[in-house]
């Protein structure tokens, strides 16, 4: 189990101000992650490709086509001159 001057160093690290009861509580929080993290480091993980995902997801590739729409667009404009879209001026 975590000391109260390892907490105190993580938070001061951390940047975190804690009261007593509050130290006392990130004491027994942190000493269970802890130990968790070392139950984990018990499994056998021999052989079991690294993941960067739960699901199996792929990449669907598709070619970048672009597309001309200013002829469907520009009939839309109140104002147009060539392919250009005419506006009122910004300043």
Same mark, same amino acid.
């Given at each position: 189990?975590l ?6 160093k993580?938070?001061?690290?951390? &940047?975190? =101000?804690?009261?007593?009861d509050?130290? =006392?509580?990130m &004491?027994?929080?942190l000493?269970s992650?802890l130990?968790?993290i070392?139950? +984990?480091?018990?499994?056998?993980? =021999?052989?079991v490709e !690294?993941t960067?995902h739960? +699901? ?5 590739f &598709? @070619?970048d086509?672009a597309k001309?729409?200013?002829k469907? +667009?520009?009939?839309?404009? !109140?104002?147009? =001159?060539?392919r250009?879209?005419k506006? @009122?001026?910004?300043f």
């Amino acid at each position: 189990m975590l000391t109260k001057e390892e907490v105190e160093k993580i938070a001061q690290l951390s &940047r975190i =101000e804690f009261n007593s009861d509050d130290i =006392e509580s990130m &004491r027994q929080d942190l000493s269970s992650i802890l130990d968790y993290i070392e139950k +984990l480091k018990e499994i056998d993980i =021999e052989g079991v490709e !690294p993941t960067t995902h739960s +699901l199996e997801i792929k990449n669907i590739f &598709r @070619k970048d086509i672009a597309k001309d729409f200013s002829k469907d +667009l520009l009939h839309l404009c !109140p104002e147009k =001159e060539g392919r250009h879209v005419k506006t @009122k001026p910004v300043f």
